[in-house]
């Protein structure tokens, strides 16, 4: 798979808007409907607090991910491919690059997602469990695997 990550640029704030819309958007719509001015706020905020990425298939974006440190663990967010990319193989792809590079520096990886979004299961594949819930939201975590010598 040509598969790339690279750091997301100020020109790429609007496909990140739109990729969050139409991958996590009907899951935010189901429970509290989608507000164009609230969620781009809401991007505002998180694309000047966190260091977003691109991925990238052959060349053409297809996606976002941020991960940064925080409290002594790696944590995922802004996780989004789009649909028409779903299901092929590049959320796996994302996460066992990331993932690795976790395994290697021995770092706890945390994520949360929306209890009614299917992308639990992709999560759980890569052996993250559930550390906590709330109404709302699964808190999930992966512990580093012993990589072999």
């Given at each position: 798979m040509d598969l790339e990550?690279?750091?997301a640029v100020d020109s790429d704030f609007e496909f990140a808007l739109d990729a969050k819309r139409q991958a996590l958007g009907p899951y935010v719509a189901a429970r509290w409907g989608w507000d164009?001015?609230?969620q781009r706020n809401l991007h505002r905020s998180r694309w000047r607090e966190r260091p977003w990425s691109i991925i990238l298939k052959s060349s053409m974006?297809?996606?976002t991910i941020?991960?940064?440190k925080v409290d002594g663990h790696?944590?995922?967010g802004e996780f989004y491919v789009l649909p028409a990319f779903q299901r092929c193989g590049i959320g796996s792809a994302v996460l066992r690059q990331v993932l690795g590079h976790a395994d290697q520096d021995s770092e706890v990886v945390r994520l949360e997602h929306l209890k009614w979004n299917p992308v639990g299961a992709l999560y759980g594949r890569h052996g993250f469990v559930e550390?906590?819930?709330?109404?709302?939201?699964?808190?999930?975590?992966r512990h580093p695997v012993a990589l072999q010598q």
């Open positions: 990550i690279r750091a164009d001015n609230f974006p297809v996606g941020a991960t940064w790696l944590r995922i550390e906590n819930a709330n109404d709302t939201h699964y808190f999930l975590a």
